[in-house]
T-cell receptor, first 114, second 116 residues
Framework: EPEVTQTPSHQVTQMGQEVILRCVPISNHLYFYWYRQILGQKVEFLVSFYNNEISEKSEIFDDQFSVERPDGSNFTLKIRSTKLEDSAMYFC????????????FGDGTRLSIL | GQQLNQSPQSMFIQEGEDVSMNCTSSSIFNTWLWYKQDPGEGPVLLIALYKAGELTSNGRLTAQFGITRKDSFLNISASIPSDVGIYFCAGQLPLPIKAAGNKLTFGGGTRVLVKP
């Protein structure tokens, strides 16, 4: 069964450094999403992306965050200058077009900011 | 924004028992989804519900989309050890034009544990 894949599985970065989290969505999906989950808390929406532009973003997704679809298969989340509170699991998801298309999630990248 | 209240927060199960959890919202959703998350993994879709009143099964799992569109429940029958994990409900609002692509709002999760 097709799946969303994310790399790396774990990223450790010094505060203030830039990180790029990578995702390969399911191949025929056209809607892409990033969510995050701080340890022990609920999954929170960050951003959705369709047709090479952001469809919606949450208040968490400030100017430090950006997303990109650099080629036909990858979808990336960049955090420009990481803060301690950015430490979380980051999940990528994708969904197909048309009615009744649920979102499917990757296994996440654990981001640890030191 | 929309908030989903999921209960119970945690529960202990004994093999063979039935398990029930639910989500309520102050807002109407047009889609309800139930996911399971195992340690170190992402949420895995269990059941998707698209119509008010809809009752859908997936093996030992049964979920219903409440008539008011503001609630949903998930039942697990005859639980087995691998049912342990965290179960999340998620609601999705409709977009005015596109049928897909809208964000999910997640509940706080129900942690299912095995009785010692």
């Amino acid at each position: 069964e097709p799946e969303v894949t994310q790399t790396p599985s774990h990223q450790v970065t010094q505060m203030g450094q830039e990180v790029i989290l990578r995702c390969v969505p399911i191949s025929n999906h056209l809607y892409f999403y990033w969510y995050r989950q701080i340890l022990g808390q609920k999954v929170e929406f960050l951003v959705s992306f369709y047709n090479n532009e952001i469809s919606e973003k949450s208040e968490i997704f400030d100017d430090q965050f950006s997303v990109e679809r650099p080629d036909g298969s990858n979808f990336t989340l960049k955090i420009r200058s990481t803060k301690l509170e950015d430490s979380a699991m980051y999940f990528c998801a994708s969904s197909g077009t048309g009615l009744n298309q649920p979102q499917h999630f990757g296994d996440g990248t654990r981001l640890s900011i030191l | 924004g929309q908030q989903l209240n999921q209960s119970p927060q945690s529960m202990f199960i004994q093999e063979g028992e039935d398990v029930s959890m639910n989500c309520t919202s102050s807002s109407i959703f047009n889609t309800w989804l139930w996911y399971k998350q195992d340690p170190g993994e992402g949420p895995v879709l269990l059941i998707a519900l698209y119509k008010a009143g809809e009752l859908t099964s997936n093996g030992r799992l049964t979920a219903q989309f409440g008539i008011t569109r503001k609630d949903s429940f998930l039942n697990i029958s005859a639980s087995i050890p691998s049912d342990v994990g965290i179960y999340f409900c998620a609601g999705q609002l409709p977009l005015p034009i596109k049928a897909a692509g809208n964000k999910l709002t997640f509940g706080g999760g129900t942690r299912v544990l095995v009785k010692p």
